[in-house]
């Protein structure tokens, strides 16, 4: 911890994670309130060391290049752990660094300052910042009582006049603007009422229903956690709190929607708290879990069957689980861009070493007064036996599924409304797991670049280049046999054309989803049709060989190579299938009744998936001659390991293949 050395001085922590060493994060036992304050501290600590000579700019370790320039990097990395700094001062905690964030506001916003943040241009990642200067400006007063008249004015022409002067991406960015004018607004300063009426007006015709909204207007389907606890529901919930009294009408509403969202959005978290990654941005990490502590700021009364003792635990296993992660820190101890390790494959172009940072929105719940029931109320485990094991997302285009222990998403549908790296792995995969993640593309040259972990991937070049579902021309919920069904329709070339249909599990079956596809091929493609991706190591931290029963751990069949087809031991037939056992088991089969497919498994590229550094995803491979038009009936097998259950339990379920419905036969049988 830091410790007080002189008036207004501090002597920054020299941690350096060695060998050995643990981050302080990890160490601290999550029971309270209290402890939760330490968790932050323990975030905010490392970054002391990084500061600027007047403190405007905080230099996270790991410079790298992004789509806006370095200072606004910098920024980055001191505005965005005020979503922290913010909620701990707003719920009557202490911090002994706060001084050094409010020098950090006066030298930035001064522009006679060699430390001078810059003007903001039209769309400037400095409006992103805004956000949480203006959360903590109407939250933490003692930001604006210790300016002078000459500061206030430095900050309202900064963070009100530049934004409100604009123009910004049509998308949750425009509850940037309404925070900054908020915090203004909160203290006396020069803020445009109008600018917040028009961009709320704006901000809800993004709305969808059932608590849903897009980021984007109409024509956009993209409906990721910046649809909840990164943006939209965040900061409706925050706005509900703050200006409750002004706008009664919209906190009422904003509170419904949250209402709404919370029954979907628990399905995208886990008994052991982890969130299931899906979409951008997820190297944003515990903010993902966010919304359970907004739920709380902003007093919202909990729809049934929820509790406070749910909701406080849904945010505190997600912490508890990110302790575990003890890959995400720098030598320094500051976050790192990426999920569970450094991972720069999975980055957006806007990820600086301070993007990490957002993660502090997790933070808002030390703004919950210490009497209020999140915190007085017991933790209570997650309700498994109150909420639907299959339910059907019908905003979102996903299906959810905890039958077997496994929480995970059958998604289609949704595509980012931009370039984006791996985007085609971030949206358009058909499964997202909390337990595997899914694995974005390393490189552009054959299977193992390009790591098609829930996806079915075509080549018309003999297998160097590899195109996947991206965009779906058409994408629906139907319901056969009482039971949700995803049914896409998707053209990777012009002349080829998929009809998807995911089928989530079934009671008999709880570890088995299918993924049945018709292909009308106009061209030769090679096809590929993978699973989950698994840890691919064993016990002793060698890579996984031909399973061994006695140590439940390996693969069938063996590991040899994504084109050694003709070799017997690294190839099955596509009805025996091809299983991988290390942290639990996943595995893949052609349930269609003949042979046409052959079962490997593809050696991903080291640091292709989120959760794990090193996989192989169980797949099945196949050539379809141009004219023909052919249907894949895919078993995927799913269960992964749980914390002191025996290893020789992961294979229980793989014998008991899944049965093909009625309806999908008869569909199958008018070609």
């Known amino acids: 911890m830091a410790s007080a050395t002189g008036e207004g001085k501090l002597s920054p922590p020299q941690l350096v994670l060695g060998y050995n060493t643990f981050h302080p994060f990890s160490q601290i036992q999550i029971t309270d309130r209290t402890s939760v304050q330490r968790l932050l501290k323990s975030l905010l600590d490392p970054l002391l060391t990084h500061f600027s000579p007047l403190k405007a700019r ?198 419904k929607r949250a209402q709404d969202y919370a029954l979907d959005f628990i399905h995208y978290f886990d008994e052991e708290g982890r ?46 689980w990110w302790q575990t992660q003890d890959q995400i820190w720098s030598p320094t101890g500051t976050l790192t861009i990426g999920y569970s390790f450094p991972n720069m494959y999975m980055a957006e172009n806007y990820n600086s070493p301070g993007s990490p940072y957002w993660a502090c929105l997790a933070f808002i719940c ?137 089928l989530p599990p079934v009671e008999e079956t709880p570890n088995w989803h299918l993924r049945v596809h018709k292909i009308k091929a106009g061209r030769e493609v090679m096809t590929a049709d993978g699973a989950f991706a698994i840890y691919n190591e064993r016990f002793d931290g060698r890579y996984l060989d031909l399973y061994d029963a006695k140590n439940h751990s390996g693969t069938i069949p063996k590991i040899i190579g994504n084109y050694d087809l003709n070799t017997p031991e690294g190839s099955s037939p596509g009805s025996v299938g091809a299983f991988a056992v290390s942290k639990g088991a996943v595995g893949i089969v052609d349930l269609g009744g003949g042979d046409q497919r052959v079962a490997m498994h593809v050696n991903a590229d080291p640091n292709s998936n989120l959760v794990e550094s090193r996989t192989i995803i169980p797949t099945l491979q196949h050539t379809i001659r141009s004219g023909e038009t052919v249907w894949y009936v895919t078993g995927i097998y799913a269960k992964p390991g749980r914390s002191g259950a025996p290893p020789e339990n992961c294979l229980d379920g793989w014998d008991s293949k899944p049965a093909v419905p009625e309806w999908l036969v008869e569909e199958m049988a008018r070609r």
């Not at 966010?290 to 909990?302: I, K, R």
């Not at 965009?471 to 998929?498: G, M, N, Q």
Request: aromatic share 14%.
């Open 58 to 255: 905080i230099r996270v370790p790991g410079y790298t290049a992004v789509r806006f320039d370095s200072t606004a990097s910098e920024i980055e990395g001191l505005c965005r752990p005020l979503w922290g700094l913010g909620s701990l001062l707003a719920g009557g905690g202490a911090y002994e660094g706060t001084r050094w964030w409010i020098e950090g506001l006066k030298a930035g916003t001064d522009p006679d300052s060699p430390e001078y943040w810059g003007d903001p241009r039209d769309n400037d990642q400095r409006m992103v910042e805004m956000c949480p200067l203006g959360f903590t400006l109407a939250v933490a007063p003692v930001f604006w009582q210790e300016l002078s008249e000459r500061e206030r004015g430095n900050v309202e022409r900064w963070l009100g006049n530049s934004i409100n002067e604009k123009n910004m991406p049509n998308t949750n960015w425009l509850w940037f603007r309404v925070f900054a004018n908020l915090g203004l607004k909160k203290n006396g300063g020069k803020y445009s009422q109008e600018r917040i009426e028009q961009d709320i007006i704006h901000l809800n015709s993004f709305f969808r229903g059932e608590g849903w909204s897009n980021d984007g207007p109409e024509g956009i389907w993209q409906q990721d956690y910046y649809s909840g606890s990164f943006a939209i529901q965040f900061l409706q919930l925050l706005y509900a709190k703050l200006a409750g009294n002004d706008d009664p009408a919209k906190a009422a509403e904003f509170k």
């Open 366 to 502: 030390l703004a919950v007064p210490e009497d209020h029931p999140f915190w007085t109320s017991k933790e209570e485990p997650y309700p498994v036996d109150l909420i639907s094991k299959v339910k059907a997302l019908k905003h979102p285009g996903h299906i959810s599924s905890y039958l077997g222990g496994h929480r995970f998403l059958l998604s289609s549908g949704q595509a980012c409304s931009y370039p984006m790296k791996g985007t085609h792995a971030k949206y358009g995969a058909f499964a997202y797991s909390s337990a595997y993640g899914y694995s974005v593309p390393t490189g552009c040259f054959t299977l193992e670049q390009f790591a098609l972990a829930s996806q079915l991937g075509l080549s018309d070049d003999r297998g160097e280049i590899w195109k996947t579902r991206r965009l779906c021309e058409e994408a629906e919920i139907e319901t056969h046999d009482e039971k949700p069904v995803l049914k896409s329709i998707w053209k990777p070339f012009t002349d080829v054309t998929i009809k998807t249909y995911l």
């Open 275 to 320: 969130a299931t990654p899906f979409g951008r941005s997820v190297g944003y990490r515990f903010a993902m879990a966010s919304f359970w502590g907004a739920l709380a700021y902003a007093d919202v009364d909990l729809p049934a069957p929820f509790t406070w003792g749910i909701v406080k635990g849904l945010l505190l296993r997600n912490l508890r």
